[in-house]
């Protein structure tokens, strides 16, 4: 059975850093590749977050993490990490890991009916 367990969440005040993490079993995971994606309070869109992806751990960002967010992996652990710095009250979202990515986002329903997802962890930045 494919799982991806997401932990690292938390309550944070803005200015301040998280770290993500995403663990996957049940596939190979150097393999596929693995996004974060995050969806706002009360909102139905999953936004792209981050993306890594082939032999050489290329990266891409949305445009709304970029040069605060690092992705990363650890093949050994199954892990993926999303280190989240200076982070900003609108960055409250749950954040999902999801293998494979589902491209730029969407509708989250429609895009988790796809690959796999992980049940989200919470990341709340007050302000």
């Known amino acids: 059975e494919v799982q991806l367990v997401e932990s690292g969440g938390g309550l944070v005040q803005s200015g301040g850093s998280l770290r993500l993490s995403c663990t996957a079993s049940?596939?190979?995971?150097?393999?596929?590749?693995m996004a974060w994606y995050r969806q706002a309070p009360g909102g139905d869109n999953c936004e792209f977050v981050s993306?890594?992806?082939?032999?050489?751990?290329?990266?891409q960002y949305g445009d709304s993490v970029k040069g605060r967010f690092t992705i990363s992996q650890d093949s050994a652990t199954n892990t993926v990490y999303l280190q989240m710095n200076s982070l900003k009250p609108e960055d409250t979202a749950v954040y999902y890991c999801?293998?494979?990515?589902?491209?730029?986002?969407?509708?989250?329903?429609?895009?988790?009916?796809?690959?796999?997802w992980g049940q989200g962890t919470q990341v709340t930045v007050s302000s």
């Open positions: 999801a293998a494979p990515s589902r491209g730029s986002g969407g509708h989250c329903r429609i895009l988790k009916s796809f690959g796999f």
């Open positions: 049940g596939f190979t995971f150097a393999n596929s590749d």
């Open positions: 993306l890594i992806y082939d032999k050489y751990n290329r990266r």
